[in-house]
């Protein structure tokens, strides 16, 4: 099956500063990839998706870039703020819709 | 719309009990997945069912099982239970179009303690 690692487990930036997050799979078939935000208690929340046929994504202050040789994909988080503190995962899948995450980045945005 | 809705939220539970957890996927949503979550880990993929068919189980024992009923709602059983699943169970749904990835949308989970 699909193995994702994620890096760093934990990430401490001071606001306005950039944040980058990096996650490998081994799935060749993996053609999905998305990345949800969790805040303590709550439920994981998508917050930005790429397929394989493309090779970057950008929404407002985030960014997400995937090399499909190299089996890696990046989350890109710009001008950091402190609501953006949360942990986030990556996520990848094929096309039967089974997703396989990652174990996760605690980001902390330091005001 | 409402969101992808579980029930209970908390359950407590013995070793060697039996579970029934329940998930109610947003309108139009044919599939169904299931996830433990354990602290500090990502979730961990257990079933997925589309159109009332199982099509995909992740490496989770038989003491897990599910089933998708015709409104598309599911529910995750778990027998003799373990110490070692004590978790937060995320159900995510998604419209499920074999062929094409669709975003899943979780709901806020059932946590369960194990004593």
């Known amino acids: 099956g699909e193995n994702v690692e994620q890096h760093p487990s934990t990430l401490s930036v001071q606001e306005g500063d950039s944040a980058v997050i990096k996650c490998t799979y081994s799935?060749?078939?993996?053609?999905?990839f998305p990345w949800y935000k969790q805040e303590l208690g709550k439920r994981p929340q998508l917050i930005i998706d790429?397929?394989?046929?493309?090779g970057e994504k950008k929404d407002q202050r985030i960014a997400v870039t995937l090399n499909k040789t190299a089996k890696h994909f990046s989350l890109h988080i710009t001008e950091t703020q402190p609501e953006d503190s949360a942990v986030y995962f990556c996520?990848?899948?094929?096309?039967?819709?089974?997703?396989?995450f990652g174990t996760g980045t605690s980001l902390t945005v330091i005001p | 719309d409402a969101g992808v809705t579980q029930s209970p939220t908390h359950l407590i539970k013995t070793r060697g009990q039996h579970v029934t957890l329940r998930c109610s996927p947003i309108?139009?949503?044919?599939?169904v997945s299931w996830y433990q979550q354990v602290l500090g880990q990502g979730p961990q993929f257990i079933f997925q069912?589309?159109?009332?068919?199982?099509?995909g189980r992740g490496n989770f024992p038989d003491r897990f099982s599910a089933r998708q009923f015709p409104n598309y709602s599911s529910e995750l059983n778990v027998n003799a239970l373990l110490l070692g699943d004590s978790a937060l169970y995320l159900c995510?749904?998604?419209?499920?179009?074999?062929?094409?990835?669709?975003?899943?949308?979780f709901g806020d989970g059932t946590r369960l303690s194990i004593l």
């Open positions: 995510a749904s998604s419209h499920g179009d074999r062929g094409a990835n669709q975003p899943q949308h």
């Open positions: 309108s139009g949503h044919k599939s």
């Open positions: 799935d060749s078939a993996s053609n999905y």
């Open positions: 069912y589309y159109e009332k068919e199982e099509r």
């Open positions: 996520a990848a899948s094929n096309t039967g819709n089974q997703f396989y």
């Open positions: 790429i397929r394989s046929n493309v």
